[in-house]
């Protein structure tokens, strides 16, 4: 129970609940929130992009068997949310919540854009449609919001982590 | 030295989570078996859970709907007013179209689909992810449906059946472009592939002889030419332009379908299978 990947599977378990039975119900455009990438940019800010990639990968597994999208498109959008938040997170100097936001609206882009991306790649031409932009929009915008309950669940999931990188910084 | 060596780990790390990914979807286009019953499994776990919650969170739901849409809503509701109004007439002029046009597909000398038996159908919920084209509905495998079944409203075909649970069913709708249906010009002997543009209710008809009279506002059902995993005769929609290339003998059409795909509540399953 203490070990972190037991913690952050219990956070990835419950984020896929909240994403099918509530997060869904709530679109605008016909887009919701996707707090399963959040959880995957919050890890990569907490544990660097390493841990952003495990984690990612994990959690777009998770929202990959609730889908229908080929399998293993999420998990590289997860993958990459992760890798990129953690990446930018190391590059900044200072942390400021503003910047934390930008940085999970500039993940969670990554993330949508390369899931596209690579379906695009497997043949699914209507991914890259003009619809992207606005999924692209209030995922991003969703992501910042719920950036910072997700970074308390991820250091809840892997405190030792947390005092590490910030003891490297 | 211990940062290059931690940074050459997590290189690494993801090069293999990278590569894990695209092993996955070679599975998953090859078809794995796995992979299609951890779905099911997973859907038949939640589907009821997410059933309760819509039921629980619907109040806020409507409120946040309301919110988000007030703006449109006093217009949709005037437009929903003069829209009733003409519906009540439009009855009778579409129950004797429904009529000419089983008429019309019984000349063509196909027995008409409405024979076959189908399974009426609730629809549950949405998309979960933000991409994608489906939607679930209340009956699965205990109601005879299995995958590749078509689905139909009313009006025509809307998708065929991706995914079954004991109790649930997902739909992939023929718009979302992941899939193709043959396609017969009724009343010519002109037969094409459709797809979805992954939009609105608009396909795209390739593959057709140009030396076929295929005309704007003509009626295109599905083929069921063998292998189809459709069968014969199932509406799709009228075509609403052509474009011919002389030098390929070959026309493109647009389809229009005909069943809305907005705010649908209801779809019928046709328990049908390919033959073989």
Redesign the interface.
Do not use: K
């Given at each position: 129970m203490d070990h972190p990947a037991v913690r952050y599977l219990i956070v990835i378990a419950s984020a896929a609940?909240l994403?099918?039975?509530?997060v869904?119900?709530?679109r605008?455009a016909?887009?919701?929130a996707?707090l399963l990438l959040v959880i995957a940019i919050a890890a990569g800010m907490i544990g660097?992009?390493?841990r952003g990639?495990?984690v990612g990968?994990a959690s777009?597994?998770c929202?990959?068997?609730?889908?229908?999208?080929?399998?293993?498109?999420?998990?590289?959008a997860g993958?990459i949310a992760g890798?990129v938040s953690g990446l930018l997170e190391d590059a900044t100097v200072h942390s400021a919540r503003w910047l934390t936001m930008v940085i999970a609206f500039l993940a969670s882009s990554a993330g949508?854009l390369s899931?596209?991306i690579?379906?695009t790649l497997?043949g699914?031409?209507?991914?890259l449609?003009g619809?992207l932009v606005t999924?692209l929009g209030i995922?991003g915008v969703s992501s910042a919001a719920l950036v910072f309950p997700a970074l308390r669940a991820c250091r809840w999931a892997d405190p030792e982590d947390v005092l590490l990188r910030a003891a490297a910084r | 030295m211990a940062s290059s060596r931690?940074r050459g780990?997590?290189r690494i790390?993801?090069s293999l989570?990278?590569l894990?990914?695209?092993?996955?979807?070679t599975?998953?286009?090859r078809g794995?078996g796995p992979?299609q019953s951890?779905?099911s499994a997973?859907?038949s776990v939640?589907s009821p859970?997410?059933s309760?919650?819509?039921t629980v969170?619907?109040p806020?739901?409507d409120a946040?709907n309301s919110a988000?849409d007030q703006g449109d809503l006093k217009k949709e509701n005037e437009t929903l007013r003069e829209e009733n109004d003409r519906l009540k007439g439009d009855v009778t002029a579409n129950s004797i179209a429904k009529e000419q046009l089983q008429q019309l597909l019984q000349l063509v000398g196909i027995p008409f689909v409405g024979d076959t038996p189908v399974v009426h159908t609730r629809v549950v919920?949405?998309?979960?992810?933000?991409?994608?084209d489906?939607l679930e509905i209340d009956k699965g495998s205990n109601a005879g449906i299995e995958r590749n079944m078509p689905v139909v409203t009313g009006e025509g075909l809307i998708g065929k059946v991706?995914?079954v649970s004991e109790n649930r069913s997902?739909v992939?709708l023929l718009s979302?472009?992941?899939y193709r249906v043959g396609f017969s010009v009724v009343g010519t002997a002109a037969i094409g592939i459709a797809q979805?543009?992954?939009?609105d209710g608009s396909l795209r008809g390739t593959n057709i002889d140009s030396r076929q009279a295929v005309t704007v506002g003509a009626i295109t059902a599905t083929s069921g030419l063998a292998g189809s995993p459709f069968p014969p005769n199932l509406p799709i929609g009228t075509v609403t332009a052509i474009r011919t290339n002389e030098a390929a003998l070959e026309s493109t059409v647009d389809i229009s379908m005909f069943a809305n795909l907005n705010n649908l509540i209801y779809a019928d399953v046709v328990l049908w299978k390919p033959a073989g």
């Open positions: 609940f994403q099918y039975t509530v869904t119900q709530f605008i016909g887009v919701s996707d660097g992009a390493e990639a495990i990968f777009g597994i929202l990959d068997l609730m889908v229908t999208t080929p399998f293993g498109l999420c998990a590289i993958l890798v949508m899931f596209a690579a379906g497997l699914r031409s209507d991914l449609s619809h999924i995922v | 931690r780990r997590a790390t993801i989570l990278l894990s990914a695209v092993l996955l979807l599975l998953d286009s794995s992979v951890a779905r997973v859907l939640l859970l997410g309760a919650a819509s969170v619907s806020f739901r946040w988000f919920s949405g998309a979960v992810g933000n991409f994608g489906r991706i995914e997902v992939s979302s472009g992941t979805g543009s992954g939009g």
